[in-house]
């Protein structure tokens, strides 16, 4: 069972916090505070060569400047026992760009107007180099742990996907630090699947003869009309299955507009959407109703001979689902550990995806906890500095527990 709550330099804990969240490192970009986090924990005591990061980024299909930055360290404990995973995420939302952070009572908040605070996932960060902080400070016995800190978590959970498994040295279990409260354990998340669809039309005069033209806007209309009637589109109830959809950025590719004039027949429209699940397969089945429904929509538009248009189809496994079993070990300890702080832990599932979804695909049974996050994704977002000061006390709980 977990020790009575540890004490823990809150003060130095949230210094670290508000450095962190004043260094710019949106998805995709996260050099700049992987350095930070990287001297912090060199400050908090942690040897130069128990630090690295591995190639996740080479393998990654975006532009990613630095791949996972992974710690290692032995354990202190007289007791054999498994290595621990302790994990967060680098990056923000591209809306953080520019946060400018500032206490305020027991709360962080951003002095920057129209940005958000970064707290998603900074605090995280800040979690888990105060963990070896104080581990080393108070000289506390555990077990061998790793400490792992993702790459373009917010654009597609890449870095904990694309990681290999064999970097954490083998973990019994793993323990990420990614929301609102400290008291919620996150034991299952939803699945999701992402799409492109690329529908190729023929351009003509709109005014002199459109019958020569094949309207890619018109494939989309009614590839979207027959999602919405068969019930696919949005909420997704089908008999027992649950699950949603949505349809995202309607282009003409890199940005640009679908269609050059209203004059021209519009040739070619880019479709970007998701599906999502806590059931793999039904996943998959919603997503194969989009395919269907632009295939039969290309093939309804046609021009005066006859020719239709092409909807090439494609989509990528976002992100598995999972759910924990409430007598797992990893939920089991984690629940201890919350009571160990004298809270009740809330055995949570989420809608959305998290790092652990690909730990748990890794074959590391992994629940999540929150660190204060609140409003995040938006330009009213906070940090609960007594949620996060919770966390962090946790983290220290869960690391010498047994």
């Known amino acids: 069972m977990p020790p009575a709550s540890p004490a823990v330099d809150h003060a130095a804990a949230l210094d670290r916090l508000v450095r962190f969240l004043s260094v710019e490192g949106v998805t995709g970009r996260e050099a700049d505070i992987a350095r930070t986090v990287v001297a912090a924990l060199h400050e908090a005591g942690v040897p130069a060569d128990a630090v690295r990061h591995d190639d996740a980024h080479t393998r990654i299909p975006e532009p990613t400047q630095t791949g996972n930055l992974i710690v290692r360290l032995p354990g202190t404990s007289k007791k054999p026992a498994k290595p621990l995973l302790f994990m967060t995420h680098l990056d923000t939302v591209p809306l953080c760009a520019g946060a400018k952070p500032k206490v305020q009572g027991k709360r962080i908040v951003n002095e920057t107007p129209n940005a958000a605070l970064g707290g998603d996932n900074r605090t995280g960060c800040a979690v888990l180099v105060t963990l070896v902080a104080e581990l080393i400070r108070q000289k506390l016995p555990h077990p061998p742990l790793t400490l792992l800190f993702t790459v373009r978590e917010e654009s597609g959970l890449f870095g904990a996907k694309h990681l290999n498994p064999a970097d954490l040295g083998g973990p019994a279990m793993g323990f990420n630090f990614d929301g609102r409260s400290a ?6 998340a939803i699945g999701a ?9 023929r351009a003509s005069h709109a005014g002199v003869a459109p019958e020569k033209g094949v309207s890619a806007t018109l494939i989309l209309a009614l590839a979207l009309a027959e999602v919405h009637a068969g019930g696919w589109f949005g909420k997704v109830v089908k008999g027992d299955k649950q699950g949603t959809s949505n349809v995202g950025p309607v282009t003409g590719g890199d940005g640009r507009p679908a269609g050059d004039a209203t004059n021209v027949v519009t040739d070619y429209v880019q479709v970007k959407g998701e599906c999502r699940s806590h ?3 039904f996943v998959r089945a919603i997503t194969a109703a989009y395919k269907a429904a632009f295939a039969a929509a290309a093939a309804k538009v046609r021009d005066h001979q006859g020719r239709p248009g092409k909807a090439v189809f494609t989509s990528r496994l976002d992100y598995v ?5 409430d007598d797992a070990p990893v ?27 690909w730990m748990v695909k890794h074959g590391v049974p992994t629940v999540t906890f929150g660190a204060g996050q609140n409003e995040i994704h938006t330009v009213k977002e906070y940090v609960d500095l007594t949620e996060f000061e919770s966390a962090c006390r946790l983290a220290v709980l869960l690391a010498t527990g047994e």
């Open 183 to 188: 008291g919620d354990v996150l034991v299952g």
């Open 193 to 201: 699947d992402r799409w492109t669809v690329d529908i190729r039309g």
């Open 279 to 281: 059931d793999a397969k």
């Open 321 to 325: 689902p999972f759910r924990l079993k």
């Open 331 to 357: 939920v089991t300890r984690a629940a201890a550990a919350v009571r160990a702080l004298g809270r009740e832990p809330v055995l949570r599932t989420t809608n959305g995806g998290l790092d652990a979804n």
